[in-house]
């Protein structure tokens, strides 16, 4: 009768305690909303604060899903809130629930394929080499992103084209100022202009094939940063 009596108490005080968190367990939604208002901020100010796109804080405030726990803890960070206060009121958050995860594993793949097609479009050195890095530059702003990460990534590879257009000039001059003073001091010969072209245009393309495979194989948390 003890164990009865003792799996009786134990059942009631299940259920007592799963009611007290049936009314936190929905309100994380709420609880990041009310946060952000006492702060004074957008959802795309609290977005760019924490490294995702204001889409996924849109559908984490509507209650659509669950976030990620890096996530949760990067909109705790930005709302000086604990992050025990956030994890009281969620769902599992270790992999989220099945809506707000497609749709992060959504923006992942769109992200991953915008910052590929950024790299093969600085490929377009080999027609036009002066100008060829504000194609990438075109399709950012066109593009619009506004997740720090993203913008930092693309911006990277965009510099190091400009970067690779400064040395190439630089190395062409330096090259002219050595032919000139080979042909005053009546030297034979000279260097061949084809030479360092051939080898900037070599080392720019191993360059770009690094930076499209970088791409390629970062983990999924580091491509969007969501």
Not at 105 to 110: I, N
Not at 137 to 166: D, M
């Amino acid at each position: 009768m003890v164990p009865v009596a003792m799996s009786g108490n134990f059942n009631v005080q299940c259920s007592v305690q799963l009611r007290n968190i049936g009314p936190a367990y929905m309100e994380l939604h709420q609880t990041i909303v009310n946060a952000r208002r006492r702060k004074g901020l957008t959802q795309e100010e609290l977005a760019e604060r924490t490294g995702v796109t204001a889409r996924t804080i849109q559908r984490i405030e509507s209650g659509d899903g669950t976030p990620r726990q890096y996530t949760l803890k990067a909109i705790a960070s930005a709302l000086d809130l604990a992050y025990d206060e956030l994890i009281v009121t969620s769902l599992p958050i270790e992999t989220g629930t099945p809506a707000l995860l497609q749709n992060e594993a959504t923006e992942q793949e769109d992200t991953r394929h915008f910052l590929r097609l950024l790299c093969l479009s600085c490929f377009s050195y080999l027609v036009v080499p002066f100008l060829h890095f504000l194609i990438p530059a075109y399709l950012l702003k066109r593009k619009g992103a506004t997740n720090p990460a993203v913008v930092a990534r693309s911006k990277t590879i965009i510099l190091s084209q400009i970067h690779w257009l400064i040395a190439l000039h630089g190395v062409m001059l330096l090259t002219f100022i050595v032919n000139y003073l080979l042909a005053a001091s009546g030297q034979g010969f000279y260097i061949n202009y084809l030479h360092p072209v051939f080898v900037f245009y070599t080392l720019n393309m191993v360059v770009l094939l690094v930076q499209y495979f970088r791409v390629t194989q970062l983990p999924a948390a580091d491509r969007v940063a969501v």
